[in-house]
């Protein structure tokens, strides 16, 4: 067999990676070696999740955010950007229209934002927990302390999306203002994987200064960690960022790490990410071609999609959102998987 096919295999039946084998993987540019990576990355999910694409209904409660990651579009010294938040009664109606067109899983996502004080958020997620008792409530909020991630857990919330964003200390720094530490954002997962959320860990493909040696470490700290769900989406731009001139994270690279994730970490729940949507048209099918099984459309309501601008052009209607489920599903059967109503736990 050919020696970049028995890389692939090798990948597989050790669950894991070298650095020499991803620089092989995440370099080569023979189209049998890249059909085969994707064929068995997705033969891979088929094997566990059939043909199911789960989806989430992501709720962007509020763009407001005490942090300034040198990447974001909501970081705070981006004076440009319209704040918002969105009240409790705001988001239970965003649950409820989600539910009606068959979401079983909200994702609350929101910039570290001190209005939401832990009694408020025990108070939301335990209201959206009483109101859809068979629904999982995803908590996206940044990093907090172990007691916090406790209460928010007894009140009822499921999961827990919390980027690493880069597993190499150097990389870490030149992304984040010295406030912030990696050391603290493995704290923060660790904890929350021991009080028992689904956890999900990830990275931007492409971030700047980003190296092979670094997408090296951060497959070996999931490795590592074993988390529940992987979110990893292509670095892009914002105007008003200290990033605005660099470029973006390609779709080539992003696919290939989505395979080598399904590959190391089978049972992963892997999102086919808005970002990967938004650099290319089909960003979505692809990434579900390459191992993906998860999409996250936009329940937020309208007016407020476009404040929260992570990053240039961020698309939020179309397939995208939540009114384009039916477009959604449609390209989902084009590519021969089915969107169920689930709520779509890790297996
Ligand atoms: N504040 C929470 C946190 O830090 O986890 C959740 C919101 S934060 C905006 C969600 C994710 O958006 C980050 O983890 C980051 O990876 C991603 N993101 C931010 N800016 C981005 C950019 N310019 N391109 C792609 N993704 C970006």
Redesign the pocket.
Known sequence: MKQGLEIIDSIQKKQNVTLEKLRFLLETQDKEVLEYLKHLASQTTLAIYDNHIYIRGLIEFTNI?K?D?L????RKSNTNAERYRLTKEDILSCCHTGYELGFRTFVL????DGYFTDELICNIVSSVKKQHPDCAVTL????KTFESYQKYFDAGADRY???H?TANEAHYQTLHPSELSLENRKRCLRDLKDIGYQTGC???VGSPNQTIETLYEDLQFIRDLQPQMV?I??????KD?P?AAKPAGTLDRTLRLLSVIRLIHPHVLLPATT?LGTIHPQGRELGILSGANVVMPNLSPSQVRKKYM??NDKISSGEESAEGLKDLKQRMESIGYQVVVARGDYK
């Open positions: 955010c942090n990651c990447y974001c579009g909501i996502q929101g910039g570290e996206s909020i940044g990093e999306l919390l980027r964003e990830g990275f931007m979110g989406g292509p670095f892009i731009p914002h960022t990033f970002a992570l990053y």
